[in-house]
């Protein structure tokens, strides 16, 4: 239903590894896609290869105020390829109030073509304002025996996939790392 009547700005609000930067990439796509090519625009954006989506994490432990300056550039020129571009800012919690503040307006309100999806784990006091000027939309933290599950069905022994799982604190990304992490296994034995 948000892909046929988008609002200006989503904030994806969950943990590390909850699946939000890859919900935003299949958003993107259905945001984007458009006939005949409609299927191609969703692999892409999945791929986080399309024209139209452009994502922005920041570079070292904080999203800075020029940052949110190349940001503001990136929202005001058109899309690409179709009638909609698709701005994805991963790690929201970590923008200095000044970068917030800098993104207010953009986000508030956006050229017509363009769409923001926020990804953060957190909304801290200084991103309220922002946070009320967006659809909200909660990712809790994946269950520890999904994520086991799911590194059993990828062919890691069932005893492993558990130890990693629990290790991982919900996060998905952090599971696939540690079964393959050599120290992980050594400290294990």
Do not use: C, M, W
């Not at 009320?132 to 590194?151: N, W």
Request: aromatic share 4%.
């Amino acid at each position: 239903q948000a892909a046929t009547e988008p609002v200006h700005a989503y904030l994806f609000v969950g943990p590390r590894g909850a699946g939000k930067r890859r919900a935003a990439a299949v958003f993107a796509g259905e945001l984007i896609g458009q006939e005949p090519d409609r299927e191609r625009s969703r692999r892409l954006a999945l791929a986080e290869q399309h024209p139209d989506l452009v994502i922005f994490e920041p570079e070292g432990t904080s999203f800075r105020q020029v940052e949110a300056e190349a940001i503001v550039i990136e929202a005001s020129r058109a899309p690409v390829e179709g009638s909609t571009k698709v701005i994805v800012i991963d790690r929201f919690h970590e923008a200095t109030p000044e970068a917030a503040a800098k993104l207010l307006k953009p986000i508030e309100e956006p050229p017509a073509s363009t769409r923001f999806v926020l990804l953060t784990a957190e909304v801290p006091p200084e991103h309220i304002t922002i946070a009320s000027r967006s659809t909200q939309i909660e990712f809790p933290a994946v269950r520890i025996d999904a994520i086991a599950e799911s590194l059993i069905a990828q062919g890691v022994a069932r005893d492993i996939a558990e130890v990693a799982a629990q290790a991982s604190g919900g996060d998905t990304n952090r599971a696939t790392l540690l079964v393959t992490d050599d120290a992980f296994s050594h400290r294990r034995e």
